[in-house]
């Protein structure tokens, strides 16, 4: 990533909403803030909070569901809701995705807030602000962009 994009408006209302899911626990197949979620279920959520409807369920999962499958289950299913971009254009308020192994699935998800922290949940931890350092930088499968969010919400 050369630089950081432009903050569009709906950006910004993702990072302050990704913001106040910070010390959410973690529970795989969660979404509710303050209650439990996991990395998707924090992506859900947010969606949910800034447009008033729900995103398509993905209906149940595993927790080994990309090593079982090898399926792109996770990238298919926010290609279709949000904007696909390049990941060297993320901004603040994208969906990261992350893929742990280059021959396996992405599986893993977070809302970039700068250009060097993103918001995510993981089991031990729940939802937490962490440092985007080599080691998660090396990780990034891909990122999207919520779209704008109608005005009259």
């Not at 280059?102 to 918001?119: C, M, Q, R, Y």
Request: a positive charge; proline letters at 9%; hydrophobic letters at 40%.
């Amino acid at each position: 990533m050369k630089g950081v994009s432009p903050v569009r408006p709906a950006a910004s209302a993702v990072v302050r909403e990704a913001m106040e899911w910070v010390g959410t626990p973690y529970r795989h197949q969660g979404c509710r803030k303050r209650l439990a979620c996991d990395c998707l279920g924090l992506v859900l959520g947010i969606w949910r909070e800034l447009y008033g409807s729900d995103l398509p369920s993905p209906g149940p999962y595993a927790p080994d569901w990309a090593e079982a499958t090898g399926e792109e289950r996770l990238l298919d299913g926010l290609g279709g809701q949000l904007v696909a971009k390049p990941a060297a254009d993320m901004a603040p308020g994208d969906v990261i995705v992350f893929r742990w192994r280059p021959h396996l699935p992405a599986k893993h998800a977070g809302i970039l807030t700068d250009g060097d922290s993103f918001v995510h949940a993981y089991q031990g931890n729940g939802v937490t602000l962490t440092h985007l350092v080599p080691q998660w930088r090396r990780r990034i499968a891909a990122a999207f962009a919520f779209p704008d969010i109608p005005q009259n919400r």
